[in-house]
């Protein structure tokens, strides 16, 4: 099930007792959440009726003591548990999850929420699942395709329409950064004007070309030490409209992936992408990304502020910095 499947279901009155909201896309998590959230929390009992519990600090025993409680002045309550599935979480917590899933069946006051970035569909927990409870794709698009539909699915949420061929623009000028496309649907629906359909041309007026390709030749420069064509590469971005929070934002999930290669952890992508990151993790040692995600904060805080430098010298600064 998809998310727009799951507004549908959720608008027609149907609550299931257990969700697992898997993938590696955050946005669609949260949107998902939010959307269960809304149906299953009474208005101003959310306080009393949902728990939020991380995966790496939770007991079997303390998540059963959870779903089983009552809910207070509401029919359910909301159970969320993160990340069931991280290499720190405790193993008798993913075993005890189809228990869990399956007594929730023949209940009513509980809903359940389990949320998992990367989860490996062949375990037990996982499969647990299964109607009638359901598993939600959070997957990151993975092409232009569906980077456009969820670009006319997003344009329909905010109330706007898109002519044909702006959708595949936009997938085109800002790539698979749904939170970005959010925004710059947001921006050309503003300069369409109310109840008027957006066309390519607001797309070209209101959005930045902040596509994938760009920004991969920024990291790959950074990452393999071209500290000239990384300045050089930077400037276009900028001057092309690119906002200074958003490269900062894709250079640290970048170097998060380089240091979670390092510490011998996985990432997601293709097969050739793993091998570049790979290579690229192996030119920094393990205090030097540290430092680089240190660096990375400090820029931030800067963009936010706390400096006098304009945004472009200091991410300038920046990537001097993490190439060098």
Same mark, same amino acid.
């Given at each position: 099930?998809?998310? *727009?499947?799951?507004? $549908?279901?959720?608008?027609?009155?149907?609550?299931?007792?257990?969700?697992?909201?898997?993938?590696?896309?955050?946005?669609?998590? *949260?949107?998902?959440?939010?959307?269960? !959230?809304?149906?299953? @929390?009474?208005?101003?009992? +959310?306080?009393?009726?949902?728990?939020?519990?991380?995966?790496?600090?939770?007991? =079997?025993?303390?998540?059963?003591?959870?779903?089983?409680?009552?809910?207070?002045?509401? =029919?359910?309550?909301?159970?969320?548990?993160?990340?069931?599935?991280?290499?720190?979480?405790?193993?008798?917590?993913?075993?005890?999850?189809? &228990? @869990?899933?399956? &007594?929730? @069946?023949?209940?009513?006051?509980?809903?359940?929420? @389990?949320? $998992?970035?990367?989860?490996?569909?062949?375990?037990?927990?996982? %499969?647990?699942?299964? +109607?009638?409870?359901?598993?939600? *794709?959070?997957?990151a698009?993975?092409?232009?395709?569906?980077?456009?539909?969820?670009?006319?699915?997003?344009?329909?949420?905010?109330?706007?329409?898109?002519?044909?061929?702006?959708?595949?623009?936009?997938?085109?000028?800002?790539?698979? %950064?749904?939170?970005?496309?959010?925004?710059?649907? +947001?921006?050309?629906?503003?300069?369409?004007?109310?109840?008027?359909?957006?066309?390519?041309?607001h797309?070209?007026?209101?959005?930045?070309?902040?596509?994938?390709?760009?920004?991969?030749d920024?990291?790959?420069?950074? #990452?393999?030490?071209?500290?000239? *064509? +990384?300045?050089?590469?930077?400037?276009?971005?900028?001057? #092309?409209?690119?906002?200074?929070?958003?490269?900062?934002?894709?250079?640290? /999930?970048?170097?998060? %992936?380089?240091?979670?290669?390092?510490? #011998?952890?996985?990432?997601?992508?293709?097969?050739?992408?793993?091998?570049?990151?790979?290579?690229?993790? !192996? !030119?920094y040692?393990?205090?030097?990304?540290?430092?680089?995600?240190?660096?990375?904060?400090?820029?931030?805080l /800067?963009?936010?502020?706390?400096s006098?430098?304009?945004?472009?010298?200091?991410?300038?600064?920046?990537?001097?910095?993490?190439?060098?």
């Open positions: 099930m998809n998310l *727009d499947e799951l507004a $549908a279901e959720l608008r027609a009155g149907t609550v299931r007792p257990a969700y697992l909201l898997a993938g590696d896309e955050l946005l669609l998590r *949260d949107d998902a959440l939010a959307l269960l !959230r809304e149906t299953v @929390v009474a208005p101003g009992t +959310a306080d009393f009726n949902t728990d939020r519990l991380a995966g790496d600090k939770t007991s =079997s025993a303390a998540l059963k003591d959870s779903v089983r409680a009552l809910p207070v002045m509401a =029919s359910r309550r909301l159970v969320v548990l993160e990340e069931p599935d991280r290499e720190r979480s405790r193993e008798g917590l993913r075993a005890a999850l189809p &228990e @869990v899933v399956q &007594e929730l @069946v023949a209940q009513e006051q509980t809903v359940l929420v @389990v949320t $998992a970035a990367q989860p490996d569909r062949r375990t037990k927990w996982v %499969k647990a699942f299964a +109607a009638p409870a359901v598993s939600i *794709d959070c997957s698009p993975r092409n232009a395709r569906q980077i456009a539909a969820f670009a006319r699915s997003e344009a329909e949420r905010q109330g706007a329409q898109l002519e044909p061929g702006a959708a595949e623009l936009l997938a085109e000028r800002v790539g698979p %950064k749904l939170l970005v496309l959010r925004q710059e649907i +947001a921006k050309a629906s503003l300069l369409a004007g109310p109840g008027v359909r957006i066309e390519r041309h797309v070209e007026e209101a959005s930045c070309d902040v596509a994938e390709a760009p920004i991969w920024l990291t790959d420069a950074i #990452g393999e030490g071209r500290a000239g *064509d +990384a300045l050089a590469t930077l400037g276009r971005l900028l001057a #092309g409209g690119a906002a200074p929070p958003l490269l900062l934002g894709s250079l640290a /999930a970048h170097f998060r %992936k380089l240091a979670r290669l390092r510490g #011998g952890g996985k990432v997601p992508g293709p097969p050739f992408v793993q091998r570049k990151l790979s290579g690229q993790a !192996r !030119r040692t393990a205090p030097r990304l540290v430092r680089c995600l240190k660096a990375i904060h400090q820029a931030d /800067a963009l936010k502020g706390q006098a430098l304009k945004p472009s010298l200091t991410l300038e600064r920046l990537v001097l910095g993490l190439a060098a």
